[in-house]
């Protein structure tokens, strides 16, 4: 079965850091475009940052310099660091990736950003 398992996120300070993991088990990571989304209340899921199969990255305007997105081939999982947290950037956050003609999404990890 194909899956990807989301940790990590919770509650930071304005200022602060969180980094999110997003472990697949049932497909090799490394072969797919992968992505981050976030959603918050009353608005809808946005593009966050992708990591294609040749490490290429490209992130939406709002996080640019603040979040960095990696993967880790021995473990089979992606990452999203983010610092200089703001409270605009709290949301749940989704992993994505699309495999075998599957949309496939994390289970998502709420982030908050509050002092």
């Known amino acids: 079965q194909v899956r990807l398992v989301q940790s990590g996120g919770l509650l930071a300070q304005p200022g602060g850091s969180l980094r999110l993991s997003c472990a697949a088990s049932?497909?090799?990571?490394?072969?797919?475009?992968i992505d981050w989304y976030r959603q918050s209340p009353g608005n809808q899921r946005e593009f966050v940052a992708r990591?294609?199969?040749?490490?290429?990255?490209n992130y939406t305007d709002s996080v640019k310099g603040r979040f960095t997105i990696s993967r880790d081939k021995v473990r089979n999982a992606l990452f999203l660091q983010m610092n200089s947290l703001k409270p605009e950037d709290t949301a749940v956050y989704y992993c994505?990736?699309?495999?075998?003609?599957?949309?496939?999404w994390g289970q998502g990890t709420q982030v908050t950003v509050s002092s």
């Open positions: 049932g497909m090799n990571f490394r072969l797919f475009p």
């Open positions: 994505n990736t699309k495999y075998r003609g599957m949309d496939l």
């Open positions: 990591i294609i199969s040749g490490g290429s990255t």
